[in-house]
């Protein structure tokens, strides 16, 4: 997050006592670039929402849960990303490594994955009424494919009055929330929730029907008056290596996919992964469940360039999973000629950044060895099918993905979207989320001519209320959500992990919940002052816990890029440090300081 220095207030000169004895409280020589905050500056302040592909309202969410009030949490998240009990399980969290509570010298970011879950654990039995449109719109659109990103798309296209068809190549809604991720990690009672949710809005998912041979492309344009394509990856890339079509070598989708649909039940010997993420470690995992005597993880890079977070690796490594890093594959090895019996690998060491920020792995000049395998699941990455695409369409791909408008998400072929992994590739569930949202706002902008979904902004005003002004903000009225710290989720011993439908993690108490949530800053919270009644007495500067608070001389301050011919005292605040404790409203002789709410909500017009 970049310095953000925000003007609190522009206080005349000889407002106060004289220029002199404020100039004396100007402590700091540097040079201040600040900023006049408009809507869009105060939702990137806050840090958690602004990373979140689909700008989950977490601050809203995390005061909820802190309150007790669960069910408005999970209202907030089913609103917002649709899948709470998913992403509360298996979400890539890239709130959390924005977190202003990990900052340096800040301590540990807030559970807010785990406190998604939290929400959806204690929300109660009572179903979830979404405000959907009053009447129907008499437009019909298909969608190819149930997983994450055309489920989230059938349900905000739904909401706004569309007639919705889903095409499901399996016998099972939701992509790799049911096909790619082991049941211990996500129950499938929770997945199957969640779609009950989305066909309750009237969204029809028809099952077992495969684009391209039941129905191609060309016939649901004809019968409807918008598609999109949300297939995703599901085709495995290959190693390219010599031996790599032996019995035994097997993806790991396709690993995955044959153990949730029970066509695999049982392996034995030793398994080699290939690959450092999300997919590797759930097929390692997984072949420890399934009965594998020795699995090991090969990654060609260092752990440190591994896609997945610490907690995923250690719990890994607690079942029992071997890693070895700066590995990379070069053949598969058959004794018989049929089934794998040794894979051989080569040592590597990392060389020049490449231009994804990593460094390149570098093979070490005979350094071969071999590694004995029965089974070898290699896990690197994934691509969309090709052949879902006829040639008669006016659809174009470059690099294996689909090519669509950058604003309307629309393909060559006028009526026909496409997003999710099949445009930008294999990414997380909370992207296609976020992208499936976006898309849903421009189909029905196509549809209907109009834009139904507008923003509106709420904000909350908490004056000085004598001392303990943050009694009115924060649900713990003790100061030491600063201090409390991160508690890990509680998980299953690592001799109860033995069954494929257990889940490890079993979340948090209630009151544990409510005490991590009591963790977050509120960072849609803003101080504000009313420069008219500003005395400059530096209080609040002298107060303040982080050093937040400066006053500045005009000269000392560019806004905006540029300095300002004001006579006048600058009141500034770095963003970055301020935990909204409040001791500045309570230290203020004249109460010109308040703390304002914003609360960002998407109105629906019909």
Not at 158 to 169: C, D, F, I, P, S
Not at 272 to 301: E, H, P
Request: glycine share 8%.
């Amino acid at each position: 997050m970049e310095k953000r220095i925000r003007v609190l207030a522009r206080v005349k000169e000889g407002q106060a006592e004289s220029k002199e004895l404020i100039e004396t409280r100007c402590k700091s020589k540097d040079m201040f670039h600040a900023n006049d905050p408009d809507i869009e500056w105060y939702k990137q302040n806050i840090p958690c929402m602004y990373a979140c592909p689909a700008n989950t309202r977490v601050p809203e969410y995390l005061d909820s849960i802190s309150r007790g009030d669960f069910k408005a949490s999970y209202l907030i998240n089913r609103s917002d990303n649709v899948f709470p009990h998913t992403l509360g399980r298996v979400c890539s969290h890239p709130c959390e490594t924005a977190c202003r509570h990990g900052f340096e010298g800040m301590g540990d970011p807030v559970s807010i994955c785990w406190l998604k879950r939290t929400g959806g654990d204690y929300k109660g039995k009572e179903k979830i009424k979404l405000r959907t449109a009053k009447k129907k719109t008499g437009k019909k659109i298909a969608i190819v494919g149930a997983g994450p990103a055309g489920l989230a798309l059938a349900n905000d296209l739904a909401l706004r009055g569309h007639t919705v068809t889903v095409y499901e190549a399996f016998s099972t809604a939701g992509g790799m929330l049911y096909s790619g991720i082991p049941a211990f990690r996500l129950p499938r009672s929770l997945v199957q929730e969640e779609i009950k949710d989305i066909t309750d809005l009237g969204v029809d998912i028809k099952l077992n029907t495969r684009i391209g041979k039941e129905s191609t492309l060309r016939q649901l344009k004809d019968k409807n008056d918008a598609v999109c394509i949300t297939a995703g990856c599901m085709v495995s890339v290959k190693l390219n290596m010599p031996g790599e079509n032996y019995q035994g070598v097997i993806s790991g989708l396709d690993f995955m996919m044959q153990v949730n649909t029970g066509r695999l039940k049982g392996i034995s010997g030793a398994v080699v992964v290939v690959g450092g993420g999300f997919t590797a470690m759930d097929c390692s995992r997984t072949a420890l469940r399934l009965g594998a005597k020795r699995v090991i993880v090969i990654y060609r890079r260092t752990r440190n360039e591994m896609l997945v977070d610490e907690r995923e690796l250690k719990e890994t490594s607690l079942e029992g999973v071997e890693f070895q890093f700066l590995v990379s594959p070069v053949k598969v090895i058959s004794r018989d000629g049929e089934k794998v019996s040794e894979i051989e690998c080569v040592k590597n060491k990392l060389g020049e950044i490449g231009p994804d920020g990593r460094k390149k792995p570098v093979p070490i000049q005979a350094s071969e060895f071999k590694i004995k395998a029965d089974w070898i699941i290699p896990a690197v990455s994934q691509q969309p099918d090709p052949f879902l695409l006829p040639a008669e369409l006016n659809i174009k791909t470059e690099k294996g993905v689909a090519v669509v408008d950058k604003n309307s998400y629309m393909t060559k072929e006028k009526g026909i979207f496409a997003c999710g992994d099949f445009v930008s590739g294999p990414k997380n569930i909370i992207s296609a989320i976020g992208e499936a949202h976006r898309v849903a706002q421009a189909i029905d902008f196509y549809l209907t001519g109009r834009e139904r979904i507008k923003e509106k902004v709420l904000r909350t005003a908490f004056k000085q209320a004598g001392l303990r002004s943050i009694t009115q903000w924060k649900a713990n009225n003790q100061d030491i959500y600063d201090v409390i710290p991160r508690k890990e989720i509680p998980s299953l011993k690592k001799e109860q992990r033995t069954k494929l439908e257990k889940e490890v993690d079993l979340g948090y108490k209630k009151e544990t919940g409510q005490m991590q949530a009591d963790r977050c800053y509120l960072c849609n919270h803003n101080i504000q002052i009313d420069e008219k009644d500003c005395i400059l007495c530096a209080n609040c500067v002298d107060v303040c816990p982080y050093d937040c608070i400066k006053i500045a001389k005009k000269d000392h301050v560019v806004v905006g890029g540029r300095k300002e011919s004001l006579d006048v005292f600058y009141m500034l605040i770095d963003e970055e440090r301020c935990i909204r404790c409040g001791l500045c409203l309570d230290v203020c002789p004249t109460a010109c300081l308040s703390m304002e709410k914003f609360r960002f909500e998407k109105e629906f017009i019909e």
